[in-house]
């Protein structure tokens, strides 16, 4: 049940724009994403919950398609302090059981 | 406001020992899960304590067990300690089902 994100990795120079992506197979009640530097404990960045909403937080954007249990993370003109692992979230829509995606390796160079 | 506390930072035991981590939950928050991260994984869900009462509960053997006091803090023992529970311990608290706030966690190692 854990969610397969794309890519596993990806280096970007300073003010790219790139874009991770979160798939479940089972039916979603909301999509949680955090970013995880080396050494550190997760940090929540946003939740979207069913019904399709897209949220914005500075330069970071999400979405959330519930019909194709599929949601993205937009990060755009990234900054170095991008860097890190993100990993979605999923909540199912049976169950209490939070279940981390794969994670992406994200790396902003200068 | 204190966030997410979690106690020791780091322990190390041996194997067939047993270890109990405490976590301490943001104020206002009633629901903590705790987490087991390997080196260079993700997160695995372990259990979730909602009104002092085990909610839900990953892919883990019964080793593993918890607690949730009326204060909303919570413990994680694990009894019969194998190598492989070697880890990155982490307690997220939420209001319900919603957005989790992590602590910093508790780096276990088992000899």
């Known amino acids: 049940q854990q969610p397969v994100q794309s890519p596993q990795a990806v280096i970007l120079r300073e003010g790219e724009d790139a874009v991770i992506n979160c798939s479940s197979s089972?039916?979603?009640?909301?999509v949680h994403w955090y970013r995880q530097k080396h050494g550190e404990a997760p940090v929540f960045l946003m939740i979207l919950l069913k019904g399709g909403e897209q949220k914005g937080h500075e330069k970071i954007s999400a979405s959330f398609n519930e019909k194709k249990q599929q949601s993205s993370l937009y990060l755009t003109a990234s900054q170095l302090s991008y860097s890190g692992t993100y990993f979605c979230?999923?909540?199912?829509?049976?169950?209490?059981?939070?279940?981390f995606g794969t994670g992406t390796s994200l790396t902003v160079i200068p | 406001d204190a966030g997410v506390t979690q106690s020791p930072t780091h322990l190390i035991k041996t194997r067939g020992q047993q270890v109990t981590l405490r976590c301490s939950p943001k104020?206002?928050?009633?629901?903590v899960s705790w987490y087991q991260q390997a080196l260079g994984q993700g997160p695995q869900f372990i259990f979730q304590?909602?009104?002092?009462?085990?909610?839900q509960r990953g892919n883990f053997p019964d080793r593993f067990s918890g607690h949730q006091f009326p204060n909303y803090s919570s413990e994680l023992n694990v009894n019969a300690l194998l190598l492989g529970d070697s880890a990155l311990y982490l307690c997220?608290?939420?209001?319900?089902?919603?957005?989790?706030?992590f602590g910093p966690g508790t780096r276990l190692t088992v000899l």
């Open positions: 979230g999923t909540v199912t829509n049976t169950g209490n059981q939070f279940y």
């Open positions: 089972k039916a979603l009640y909301s």
């Open positions: 104020s206002g928050h009633d629901t």
């Open positions: 304590y909602y009104e002092e009462e085990e909610r």
């Open positions: 997220a608290s939420s209001q319900g089902a919603y957005e989790q706030f």
